[in-house]
């Protein structure tokens, strides 16, 4: 592994920790929604250290796999918190719900949370390489071989863009789930990690 990516990994490790310190001793979930953003980001905590031990093994295929699972739950999880009907996060809750597709829920993103079309030019320019790596497709398949011989072929720039990418996505979800329990100094926290990144 690169020096380059072993530095990625420990900055990506190092926010980790810093959210599960922020998160330590505080009382969350006040209500079915705020129980279901918590749920939500707990399973990006694990997909995202589950993404970290896996390129620190050298699996970056399974690495790669987790991206669009972890994306997706964000945008799940954004999108239940400003637009889901209280009977929609009971149906959510008790697995009832079909969530409107990926396309619209973008649109509905940013207008809420960026006012600009960030969620939609993220998901322009990333969304068709996560399906390919998360179910196995070309782009999976050609990461098979170096030359004639069947070995892990990832460039270090494609694994730090996924080690930045779900870093920066995990510390705008945090910044949520700070603020929406009203946790304005450890929000104010993950904002600085996020402007420094």
């Not at 991206?67 to 999880?77: G, H």
């Not at 170096?146 to 945090?174: Q, S, W």
């Amino acid at each position: 592994m690169s020096p380059e990516v072993r530095e990625n990994i420990n900055q990506s490790i190092e926010s980790f920790n810093t959210i599960g310190k922020l998160l330590e001793n505080k009382i969350i979930g006040n209500d079915e929604k705020q129980t279901l953003l918590i749920g939500y980001f707990d399973i990006c905590m694990e997909h995202l250290q589950s993404i970290q031990l896996l390129i620190n093994n050298q699996l970056f295929g399974s690495a790669f796999a987790l991206v669009r699972p972890f994306y997706e739950t964000y945008y799940r999880a954004l999108w239940m918190l400003k637009f889901a009907t209280k009977e929609e996060v009971a149906k959510i809750g008790t697995g009832k719900f079909t969530f409107p597709n990926m396309g619209s829920k973008i649109v509905e993103l940013d207008s809420i949370y960026t006012g600009t079309d960030f969620f939609q030019r993220l998901k322009k320019n990333s969304w068709n390489a996560m399906c390919d790596y998360a179910h196995s497709g070309r782009l999976q398949l050609s990461r098979r071989w170096k030359e004639d011989e069947l070995e892990p072929n990832y460039e270090d720039d494609e694994i730090i863009e996924v080690i930045k990418g779900t870093k920066t996505i995990l510390l705008m979800f945090a910044f949520v789930v700070f603020k929406e329990h009203s946790f304005d100094s450890e929000a104010e926290t993950i904002n600085k990690l996020i402007i420094n990144t």
